[in-house]
């Protein structure tokens, strides 16, 4: 595997294989916010047809991590350095996951997020914290 670069740091979420490969979309990401939104396919589902628990936390991460580096401008990249996440409902259909840095300091962003379906259910919540690393070159 190799580093996900680009000139345009706003690129890089749209360049990244996986967030790809599971249909993400960044709605919006600016001053500390983030918001992702996600139409599963049946590739994404369980055993009771929701999307699978892997699916949900990786939009909680990706959300997350978005919000980590609006905080910064883009000029920096994010790792997790740990997440704990609580599911409520299954999710399923549309999803749309909204994140927020809670606390930052020059090297962490402490953030929560939550995962809704289209009628407002909240499927999951999450809080973590994240690594400030240089992106890329």
């Not at 740091?9 to 992702?36: N, V």
């Not at 909680?60 to 401008?73: G, Q, T």
């Not at 259909?93 to 379906?117: F, N, Y």
Request: glycine content about 8%; charged content about 20%.
């Amino acid at each position: 595997m190799k580093p996900v670069t680009s000139d345009d740091p706003l690129a890089i979420f749209a360049k990244t294989p996986f967030t790809r490969l599971l249909g993400m979309r960044r709605d919006h990401s600016e001053g500390g916010r983030a918001q992702i939104s996600l139409d599963p396919h049946a590739d994404l589902g369980n055993v009771i047809g929701a999307v699978h628990g892997g699916v949900v936390v990786t939009l909680l991460d990706v959300v997350m991590a978005s919000a980590a580096v609006s905080r910064v401008n883009f000029q920096k990249t994010v790792v997790t350095l740990n997440l704990d996440t609580s599911f409520l409902e299954p999710g399923r259909g549309p999803l749309t996951a909204q994140g927020e840095v809670v606390r930052c300091d020059d090297d962490v962003a402490w953030c929560q997020a939550k995962v809704c379906d289209a009628q407002g259910r909240v499927v999951a919540k999450a809080h973590g914290s994240f690594r400030y690393l240089p992106r890329p070159q």
